[in-house]
């Protein structure tokens, strides 16, 4: 029943900016964290950015200053708005969330960064 949708993902140049965004349905309004992660080719899955739901968020090293995470909880969506890319953002990046200690993951949208 739980579902977690992303997207916003695609192609874009360095440098560029990108918006991404996740929709749950088929919870209930005990979710608590929310977070992105990403998993590049040949890489393990690493956390990018979460934020509770007081609005407390907590970034990885390597975003801090470019990505802004942000969530709805009426609407039960949270957003990712990256700027300044890098081809090393390149990823498929998920979108997650915790209810009664169960985590809940999206199938991923992918970011591709290019010239």
């Known amino acids: 029943q739980v579902q977690l949708v992303e997207s916003g993902g695609g192609l874009v140049q360095p440098g560029g900016s990108l918006r991404l965004s996740c929709a749950a349905s088929?919870?209930?309004?005990?979710?608590?964290?929310m977070g992105w992660y990403r998993q590049a080719p040949g890489k393990q899955r690493e956390l990018v950015a979460t934020?509770?739901?007081?609005?407390?968020?907590n970034y990885a090293e390597f975003v801090k200053g470019r990505f802004t995470i942000s969530r709805d909880n009426a609407k039960k969506t949270m957003s990712l708005e990256m700027n300044t890319l890098k081809p090393e953002d390149t990823a498929v990046y998920y979108c997650?969330?915790?209810?009664?200690?169960?985590?809940?993951w999206g199938k991923g949208t992918l970011v591709t960064v290019s010239s």
């Open positions: 088929g919870i209930g309004f005990s979710f608590r964290t």
């Open positions: 997650n969330l915790d209810e009664f200690g169960m985590d809940y």
């Open positions: 934020i509770t739901r007081s609005g407390s968020t």
